[in-house]
């Protein structure tokens, strides 16, 4: 290994925060003791953008490959060919995802370790100050800021709190068939996993710089004319030869106008800030939305039809207009780091292949909701939160490169 390289300046990424100055030998020995895998993030001055070590060093791509060839120890001949047969499409697939999206390969990503908080006790003095963010005097400075994956657990508990009392509106028509009951109804069950989901993008902003009167600015403002715009393009397209073919794009096209109006200013320039505002207006877009149709299928088929469409329209949430608007602030935001104009933003093609994509989602869920609506909902649902984890793994890499940037200065 040459002495340039081997300079105790590089600093890497454990999968929760970036640790260093460590020189490349030493690099090598944490590998051999199996605290890093071969291909960990790494940087330094003079290479300052995040690269897995493998791609860097010599040494680390021939133990990686080495480590790769024994990757399938403890399976007999016939399950590793069947586990590669079945792994080969996948990895094309989330490939094909990764390219189109302009994200890259997860690095030290564990669904297990991050949301291994969601059950850890929290006191309400605890609670009030996790949310007390955004403004001059609770924004952290940048070297405080978090840099490795973020740990949500807030939105698990507004999900139970906000399913409870939904169930409490349900108990309470079901017992004393009182029609007073149902606006609540209709709007705790439209309501309950958009604002938790709201609540998960918040979590996942790790700058903290977006206040809570901005996300009720993103829920009042940016929903309701994402609502306002989409109901004239539909109008529009449905009267010309695209019909209701076009209704994904133009719903699409009209969350990002809303985005656009609510997200102006140059105090948010982080990609999880435009996730967060992104997810904001789509989740708000979906609880209006739900709540429409609900209301729709309680006059037409009455109770019970209502209480269906609560439910299903709740579970499909997570796989709908709150992570497709999510990928497209994130890519939106992506795009401004080269682009500060926001038109030139929008042309750019890092931007609008996500926004392409949002929309093939969308179009696609629009027409499995006769048939195989589960199946495919959970397959779509699955590839959005693949591009939308890709971007957050972008997000922390920008986060991380500033602070390298103003450590080194």
């Known amino acids: 290994m040459s002495p340039e390289t081997n300079r105790a300046d590089w600093h890497y990424f454990d999968g929760v925060e970036v640790r260093g100055p460590v020189s490349a030998d030493e690099l090598m020995a944490l590998f051999a003791s199996g605290a890093v895998p071969p291909d960990v993030m790494v940087a330094n001055e003079s290479a300052p953008e995040w690269r897995a070590a493998n791609e860097v060093f010599e040494e ?90 973020p740990r949500p657990w807030l939105f698990a508990r507004c999900l139970l709190l906000l399913g409870l009392t939904y169930g409490g509106f349900v108990f309470a ?86 985005l656009v109006l609510i997200g102006r200013g140059s105090r948010y320039i982080y990609i999880l800030n435009g996730m967060l505002l992104g997810g904001a207006v789509g989740a708000s877009f979906a609880a209006f939305e739900s709540a429409g149709y609900a209301l729709d299928a309680g006059l037409e088929g009455g109770r019970s039809a209502m209480l269906q ?21 994130a890519a939106l935001w992506r795009a401004k780091r080269e682009h500060p104009n926001t038109l030139s933003a929008l042309l750019s093609p890092g931007f609008y292949r996500v926004l392409a994509l949002a929309m093939v989602l ?35 890499r920008q986060v991380r490169a500033e602070q390298l940037v103003a450590t080194s200065c």
């Open 60 to 149: 680390f791509r021939a133990v990686s490959g080495v480590a790769q060839k024994h990757s399938l120890g403890g399976l007999d001949a016939d399950q590793a060919a069947l586990l590669s047969y079945f792994n080969r499409p996948l990895k094309k697939v989330l490939g094909t995802l990764n390219q189109i999206a302009g994200t890259e390969k997860l690095e030290g990503f564990s669904v297990r370790e991050m949301f291994s908080e969601t059950f850890k006790h929290r006191t309400a003095q605890e609670i009030e100050e996790y949310l007390a963010v955004g403004t001059a005097r609770t924004t952290p400075s940048l070297s405080e800021i978090p840099n490795g994956w």
């Open 173 to 258: 028509y079901q017992s004393f068939d009182n029609q007073y009951l149902v606006p609540g109804l209709i709007l705790m069950g439209s309501f309950a996993v958009p604002i938790s989901m709201i609540v998960l993008f918040f979590e996942l902003n790790t700058p903290r710089n977006v206040s809570l009167y901005r996300l009720i600015v993103s829920v009042a403002v940016g929903g309701f004319a994402a609502l306002l715009i989409s109901m004239v393009g539909v109008a529009v397209g449905r009267a010309s030869w695209f019909g209701t073919s076009s209704d994904g794009a133009i719903e699409e096209l009209a969350k990002l106008g809303a």
């Open 309 to 329: 469409t609560i439910a299903l329209r709740g579970l499909i949430a997570p796989a709908m207009h709150a992570a497709w608007t999510a990928m497209v602030g």
């Open 362 to 396: 969308h179009t696609a869920w629009n027409y499995s909701a006769d048939r195989f609506f589960y199946s495919i909902s959970i397959v779509l649902g699955i590839a959005a939160w693949f591009v939308i984890s890709g971007l957050v793994q972008q997000g922390l």
